[in-house]
């Protein structure tokens, strides 16, 4: 089948963009998504342009598998996605590719916080997995009381509602005072402004914008392992604020105890102040979840439809949202009612049957869920037996049901390196092999939990 044209790829890649948006933060989809332009569209793939090699592999690590569930959403089939750095001559031609320079120094008056007004605490949605974080953040919002603790930080899994929970504040923060300096910024966000700034021999700017604030929220801060002059800026930074007894509230999504790869001079600032986990969400709560979202956006959603998806999409709210979102496309696509019949039709499209694959934080929740444990135990150092059986099992699932690799597997588990992911697949499948029937039937239980809506497939 001959390429398609351009048009018809760019009309095919802002549909992607509709889908995604709402499920990145505003800084990473405007960072490392909106650059992205599609250049060629043929039979199983599309080829996007991409501005830098740096680039091309922080989407390839973070974001491909994603964007390739969304494309085969769309299409009914499989896309595979390619990246071509913009400097590498294109195959067909296309739009010339915007030139991108380092940004001038912003002003005191043009001042950013870079906070998406949609995350506000009227709409975080509470419920027994984080009422006591949402608690501990409200605290630290109201800037006209002094805050107990310093640093706040909230661990948790992928798409919990940690993000939500870091923009309220921030938002809240600056509504009660306007003359109260707020900057959100991701790790990502924090790591390309001081590598920008290097390059453009701006350090002394980028130094005051992130020293010069009254409360800084950062998320995800485990993306700065291993990142030894990132990891000294932001040493540096975290000082500067702390001394002057400014608010620092930051997101991971593992404990203080498992973040590999920093410097104990970090570490122990994580540590020194309030650490709280949001777990995911209880059924109940996923409902009121669905229910809210349906009466703010006007969809006619039912209670069984609701029920339907919150018992099945188990694993985080941003999936959960994901499952909703599609449905309402369906229905508004094809003008057709939202029944529980279309809603499970569009969580197996979701699933196995265009190549999506669950998230590991759903392998790694199903799998403690299973033994009556709690993920963070499967992430502990623990060698107790009770908890190395199940955590190696969750290893070898991931490594059949996911695309990860065995080093990102291993950072699911504490760190861990590829060898002991390895050596923990190949004791269960031996142990499967050797005809372990307690090991055969809790893999086949597992598949089914972690992706109901398909039989169980691979090994048995």
Known sequence: MPPVEVPEAFQLWQSVLQAIQDHVPEQSFATWIRPLIPQRLESNSLTLAVPSQFHREWIESHYVANLEAVLADLRGEPIHVKLQVSSQPAA????????VTAPRPVPESEFDSHLNHRYQFENFIEGNSNSFARAACLAVADVSRRCPWNPLLIYGGTGLGKTHLLQAIGNRAATRNKQHRVLYASSERFTQDFIRSLQTR????????????????V??????ASKERTQIEFFHAFNTLYQKGKRIVL???????ELAGFDKRLISRFDS???TNIEPPDYETRVAILMHRAETDGFPITRDVADFLSSTVTSNIRDLEGAYVTLTARCQLMRLPPTVELAHEVLRSRSGQN???????????????HFG????????????????????IAMT?????????????????GGRDHSTVIHARDTILDRRNAGDEDIIRTLKTLRQKVNPLTHPSGLT
């Not at 998320?219 to 700065?224: A, T």
């Not at 934080?361 to 403690?368: G, K, N, S």
């Open 273 to 275: 102040g309030l650490v």
């Open 219 to 224: 998320d995800d801060i485990q993306f700065f």
């Open 202 to 217: 701006h350090t002394t700017d980028f130094s005051h914008q992130y020293r010069s604030i009254d409360l800084l929220l």
């Open 373 to 392: 444990l709690s993920p963070d135990v499967l992430r502990s150092k623990s060698r107790k037996k009770e908890i190395v059986v199940p955590r190696m």
């Open 355 to 369: 190549g999506f694959r669950p998230p590991a934080e759903r392998i790694l929740t199903v799998v403690a869920d």
């Open 92 to 99: 067909t031609s296309a739009p010339p590719l915007p030139r």
């Open 251 to 257: 997101t991971a999504d593992r404990p203080v105890s």
């Open 397 to 413: 699932l991931m490594a059949e049901m996911t695309s990860l690799s065995l080093k990102a597997i291993g950072s699911h588990f």
